[in-house]
């Protein structure tokens, strides 16, 4: 079988495998199968292989067409052999080999490529950073994990979870909602804070000074260097640079979710809270100058309101006034 002929019976194989064979083209296969020994070899080392690519082709991104593409390139540049005799040898070093055992070769090779190809793209991942600017935004993670992110707030994270943990690096406040995969803790660099879970929701609000975790549902690890607290839902950690240890307290209000659900939720919420979190979402500085009510509770829900609006509701419950200077807002007792 001379080198032209060889190229044809691999493109009618591949029709075949392809199921694109016509009634004439498995004709001529099945005359060429009954040809010899060899070519019943080479015919199922050639399906062999191409399944195994298939198989990886369709677990992986890689590009089909640019691995096929190889993959006849790499059989077309070989260079031509000396003699090759009807049933398919060839003369190599002193040694007759028989012809499909070169072909074999030639299409491992080939399948060698796939794979190196393959392995780039199961063994690299690159840093992605999501950055929320004026507003907030949400993203998902490589492993299905959904993160709320609130304005002026990052993310960073690898392209791919590789390994035996799942790290992300959090800039600022985001509410995440973790796929479970007890295998693969989701692990969050907060500052001095490192935050470890399996599949939970949760709430991070972190900067140079504090970081302070959230849980919402599920079982969260909040450690600093090597100490650490257990959280349950409804609890919070407190870290912060003075002390060595994260501090545990009980969460007595929902107010953390504003930047998701729009809303500020009081029940019995002391107006210092409350200032303390519009100031946050609204970035300005509300002050309260009469001391006597910052503890004053406040039961209300203020929906996609403008600060305007809230602080009219407010002065109006507790029988104050407000002054702004830029972005301070002082609240007076009248």
């Given at each position: 079988?001379?080198?032209?002929?060889?190229?044809?019976?691999?493109?009618?194989?591949?029709?075949?495998?392809?199921?694109?064979?016509?009634?004439?083209?498995?004709?001529?296969?099945?005359?060429?199968?009954?040809?010899?020994?060899?070519?019943?070899?080479?015919?199922?080392?050639?399906?062999?292989?191409?399944?195994?690519?298939?198989?990886?082709?369709?677990?992986?991104?890689?590009?089909?067409?640019?691995?096929?593409?190889?993959?006849?390139?790499?059989?077309?540049?070989?260079?031509?052999?000396?003699?090759?005799?009807?049933?398919?040898?060839?003369?190599?070093?002193?040694?007759?080999?028989?012809?499909?055992?070169?072909?074999?070769?030639?299409?491992?090779?080939?399948?060698?490529?796939?794979?190196?190809?393959?392995?780039?793209?199961?063994?690299?991942?690159?840093?992605?950073?999501?950055?929320?600017?004026?507003?907030?935004?949400?993203?998902?993670?490589?492993?299905?994990?959904?993160?709320?992110?609130?304005r002026n707030s990052s993310v960073s994270y690898p392209s791919r979870f590789l390994g035996k943990t799942r790290n992300v690096t959090?800039?600022?406040?985001?509410?995440?909602?973790?796929?479970?995969?007890?295998?693969?803790?989701?692990?969050?660099?907060?500052?001095?804070?490192?935050?470890?879970?399996?599949?939970?929701?949760?709430?991070?609000?972190?900067?140079?000074?504090?970081?302070?975790?959230?849980?919402?549902?599920?079982?969260?690890?909040?450690?600093?260097?090597?100490?650490?607290?257990?959280?349950?839902?409804?609890?919070?950690?407190?870290?912060?640079?003075?002390?060595?240890?994260?501090?545990?307290?009980?969460?007595?209000?929902?107010?953390?979710?504003?930047?998701?659900?729009?809303?500020?939720?009081?029940?019995?919420?002391?107006?210092?809270?409350?200032?303390?979190?519009?100031?946050?979402?609204?970035?300005?500085?509300?002050?309260?100058?009469?001391?006597?009510?910052?503890?004053?509770?406040?039961?209300?829900?203020?929906?996609?309101?403008?600060?305007?609006?809230?602080?009219?509701?407010?002065?109006?419950?507790?029988?104050?006034?407000?002054?702004?200077?830029?972005n301070e807002i002082k609240l007076y007792s009248k």
């Amino acid at each position: 079988m001379n080198k032209q002929n060889e190229h044809i019976i691999d493109d009618l194989l591949v029709k075949q495998l392809l199921g694109e064979a016509t009634h004439h083209d498995l004709k001529v296969i099945e005359d060429w199968l009954q040809n010899s020994e060899g070519n019943k070899k080479y015919y199922s080392d050639f399906r062999l292989i191409w399944e195994q690519s298939k198989q990886l082709v369709q677990t992986t991104t890689v590009d089909e067409q640019a691995a096929w593409n190889k993959f006849v390139n790499r059989i077309n540049n070989e260079p031509a052999s000396d003699t090759i005799s009807n049933d398919i040898n060839v003369q190599a070093s002193g040694r007759v080999i028989p012809f499909y055992r070169t072909t074999w070769m030639r299409l491992a090779a080939a399948l060698l490529v796939l794979l190196g190809s393959a392995w780039m793209v199961f063994n690299f991942s690159w840093q992605v950073t999501r950055q929320a600017n004026e507003v907030a935004v949400t993203e998902t993670l490589p492993d299905g994990s959904v993160v709320a992110l609130n304005r002026n707030s990052s993310v960073s994270y690898p392209s791919r979870f590789l390994g035996k943990t799942r790290n992300v690096t959090l800039k600022g406040e985001a509410f995440f909602i973790v796929t479970p995969n007890k295998n693969k803790p989701f692990i969050i660099d907060a500052n001095e804070a490192v935050v470890k879970v399996v599949g939970t929701s949760f709430n991070v609000k972190t900067n140079a000074a504090r970081t302070e975790v959230i849980v919402e549902t599920g079982i969260v690890e909040v450690s600093k260097v090597n100490k650490g607290v257990t959280l349950k839902p409804q609890q919070k950690a407190i870290v912060t640079k003075d002390k060595t240890v994260p501090v545990l307290e009980q969460n007595t209000d929902e107010l953390y979710n504003y930047y998701r659900t729009k809303e500020f939720v009081c029940n019995a919420t002391p107006l210092c809270r409350l200032t303390d979190v519009l100031s946050d979402a609204f970035d300005v500085n509300i002050v309260i100058a009469d001391e006597r009510i910052r503890n004053m509770p406040i039961t209300t829900v203020f929906h996609n309101e403008p600060i305007e609006n809230i602080l009219d509701v407010i002065c109006a419950t507790f029988n104050l006034r407000s002054v702004r200077n830029g972005n301070e807002i002082k609240l007076y007792s009248k």
